[in-house]
T-cell receptor, first 113, second 118 residues
Framework: SAVISQKPSRDICQRGTSLTIQCQVD?????MFWYRQQPGQSLTLIAT?????????ESGFVIDKFPISRPNLTFSTLTVSNMSPEDSSIYLC??????????FGPGTRLTVT | GNSVTQMEGPVTLSEEAFLTINCTYTATGYPSLFWYVQYPGEGLQLLLKATKADDKGSNKGFEATYRKETTSFHLEKGSVQVSDSAVYFCALSENSMGGSSNTGKLIFGQGTTLQVKP
């Protein structure tokens, strides 16, 4: 399995600011994803981070709000821009492994005040 | 579109009780099905998976069978422990035609909180 780390593990930010979350994988992987888990809710896919090209966003998520970088096969960042309290969530990155499995990072708990 | 529906929680059981958490899905194509578990204060862990109809996934005493005829993937455990207290998520991932590859996009159910009392 893949070992995934995220930084920061948690942060408290003021509205209107931006936060960049890093995701590091211990092996090269083709597919990386970013999910959001709002308080008490399930996980929702934000986007697929593609190496060497722009991220592919799901309905309801836009690049201006959640810019993503994927400079190589082991690393990705997600920026939450111009934050509001509604952005308070856990943000998780994940990778596919093997043919069907997907593993998740420990998550970044973001609180916007 | 594709979707996953789980039974409402929270579920409260006594230790050694039998557990069933219902999960049904709607999907086009050939989905793979998963159960993930989130222990308090921790990240999401893959518990078990099934990639085609009639497959049974199992791990740590938990089992789930991929039932295409009822579009279900119910999670069961014969005897729960206090340490099983967690949130359980059912999820699907759509495969390509013939199941040769995985899109990687997971669709999650709403999660079911399980509390096991000693």
């Amino acid at each position: 399995s893949a070992v995934i780390s995220q930084k920061p593990s948690r942060d408290i930010c003021q509205r209107g600011t931006s936060l960049t979350i890093q995701c590091q994988v211990d092996s090269q992987v083709t597919m990386m994803f970013w999910y959001r888990q709002q308080p008490g809710q399930s996980l929702t896919l934000i986007a697929t981070a593609n190496q060497g090209s722009e991220a592919t966003y799901e309905s309801g998520f836009v690049i201006d709000k959640f810019p993503i970088s994927r400079p190589n096969l082991t690393f990705s960042t997600l920026t939450v821009s111009n934050m509001s309290p509604e952005d308070s969530s856990i943000y998780l990155c994940s990778v596919t492994w093997g043919k069907y499995e997907q593993y998740f990072g420990p998550g970044t708990r973001l609180t916007v005040t | 579109g594709n979707s996953v529906t789980q039974m409402e929680g929270p579920v409260t059981l006594s230790e050694e009780a039998f557990l069933t958490i219902n999960c049904t899905y709607t999907a086009t194509g050939y989905p793979s099905l998963f159960w993930y578990v989130q222990y308090p204060g921790e990240g999401l862990q893959l518990l078990l998976k099934a990639t085609k109809a009639d497959d049974k996934g199992s791990n740590k005493g938990f089992e789930a069978t991929y039932r295409k005829e009822t579009t279900s993937f119910h999670l069961e455990k014969g005897s729960v422990q206090v340490s099983d207290s967690a949130v359980y998520f059912c999820a699907l991932s759509e495969n390509s035609m013939g199941g040769s590859s995985n899109t990687g996009k997971l669709i999650f159910g709403q999660g079911t909180t399980l509390q096991v009392k000693p």
